[in-house]
């Protein structure tokens, strides 16, 4: 079946140490995003990707990184420069297409926990 | 710059209507989604309008849009305990693929 495949479930971070959460997908999409998830926060922007090998930050993209190096893949890392970084992380895919706007997929998501 | 607001919170009893409501800022060409997220899991796309309809029907789910005062609602027929969630509306502009997402209505569904 095709899908958005986010791992690992559950992450936990040291104090200092840079975590990349995965995000693959077979849909066959050209956009991907990166979400962030706070209680009573709704979702934040943290990156996007329309092409392979170019990407875009979003509303909230300080201490994280990104790579789009394959159409499937769009890893996020979460740097030691992010103070703040447990939340909920949720990663999507769409086609763009000129003209009309297409939906959003997302995966599962990542709870990312400081230890 | 967009904004998209929605109402926190929403109970109801089971076989109840549920209205779900959602405003959002001023754009020409606009799509708005809605999407569902149960707890501990990502968002399921439940259904979407472009901002020249009106209305929308899918099965129990009836969007219906006021374009003068940019209001949007998500009304569930016959509502049951499976459809407790959080409900997101969600702003796109046409020809830009990023959301602004609304903060959630939680909605709690009671037997």
């Known amino acids: 079946d095709g899908g958005i495949t986010q791992s690992p479930k559950y992450l936990f971070r040291k104090e200092g140490q840079n975590v990349t959460l995965s995000c693959e997908q077979n849909l066959n999409h050209d956009a991907m995003y990166w979400y962030r998830q706070d209680p009573g926060q709704g979702l934040r922007l943290i990156y996007y990707?329309?092409?392979?090998?170019?990407?875009q930050k979003g509303d909230i993209a300080e201490g994280y990184s990104v790579s789009r190096e394959k159409k499937e893949s769009f890893p996020l890392t979460v740097t030691s420069a992010q103070k703040n970084p447990t939340a909920f992380y949720l990663c999507?895919?769409?086609?763009?297409?000129?003209?009309?706007?297409?939906?959003?997929?997302f995966g599962d998501g990542t709870r990312l926990s400081i230890l | 710059g967009e904004d998209v607001e929605q109402s926190l919170f929403l109970s109801v009893r089971e076989g109840d209507s549920s209205v779900i409501n959602c405003t959002y800022t001023d754009s020409s060409s606009t799509y708005l989604y809605w999407y569902k997220q149960e707890p501990g899991a990502g968002l399921q796309l439940l259904t979407y309008i472009f901002s020249n309809m009106d209305m929308k029907q899918d099965q129990r789910l009836t969007v219906l849009l006021n374009k003068k005062d940019k209001h949007l609602s998500l009304r569930i027929a016959d509502t049951q305990t499976g459809d407790s969630a959080i409900y997101f509306c969600?702003?796109?502009?046409?020809?830009?693929?990023?959301?602004?997402f609304g903060k959630g209505t939680m909605l709690l569904v009671s037997p």
């Open positions: 990707s329309q092409i392979v090998n170019d990407f």
């Open positions: 999507a895919s769409s086609i763009p297409r000129q003209g009309s706007n297409q939906p959003q997929h």
């Open positions: 969600a702003e796109s502009i046409l020809g830009y693929s990023t959301l602004t």
